[in-house]
């Protein structure tokens, strides 16, 4: 699967608290290229009541333009700190349904790779986390979304330094085979 401009997609995704964001950057370091931070966490933090439909739509507005706006500055391949899975999936969890502009949107954005964080971190305390005792829900729930995708997935797991070489040696496997 070509990415626009030849430009590799690469997903980081997963459950809460799984290291998705060091991840990223520790990615996008090694592969001397851009990564596409996670826009909802930005979103977030400014928020002053609780996260509404409409806030969820935002998002994955927001996530979509943030990802276009830093593809021409990749270099061979682009790192995204979640996708706007996330709002689908969050949207499904808190409303009962996602909006249907991402559910439209969905299978328009493919990525060429899908890096599923596993839950096998502790769990860290952030103020924008709400679901430690959902875990493994929201880990089955990942695994369901991208097989509802037919997504190309590996699911990364250790601690540490080695949780990002795990990453690096899945990503380094399916460049190899391009």
């Not at 990415?3 to 590799?8: F, T």
């Not at 592969?31 to 979103?43: F, H, L, N, Q």
């Not at 969905?106 to 890096?115: A, G, T």
Request: with cysteine; aromatic share 10%; glycine share 4%.
């Amino acid at each position: 699967m070509e990415s626009r401009g030849g430009i590799k997609k690469i997903a980081i995704v997963g459950p809460e608290s799984t290291g998705k964001s060091t991840v990223s950057e520790a990615l996008a370091r090694h592969y001397k290229t851009v990564w596409v931070p996670e826009y909802a966490r930005e979103y977030c933090e400014k928020l002053k009541e609780p996260c509404t439909w409409q806030d969820e739509i935002n998002m994955f507005r927001g996530q979509l333009e943030l990802e276009k706006h830093l593809l021409p500055k990749a270099n061979k391949i682009l790192i995204c700190d979640t996708t706007f899975i996330t709002v689908k999936i969050w949207s499904d969890h808190m409303f009962g349904k996602a909006p249907q502009e991402v559910l439209d949107e969905l299978p328009k954005h493919p990525y060429d790779l899908y890096l599923l964080m596993d839950i096998d971190l502790p769990w860290q305390e952030d103020p924008l986390r709400d679901f430690p005792h959902l875990r493994e829900h929201f880990m089955a729930v990942w695994h369901a979304e991208l097989q509802a995708l037919n997504a190309n997935y590996q699911t990364i797991s250790g601690s540490g330094a080695q949780r990002i070489e795990n990453a690096i040696i899945t990503i380094n496997q399916y460049l190899n085979t391009i």
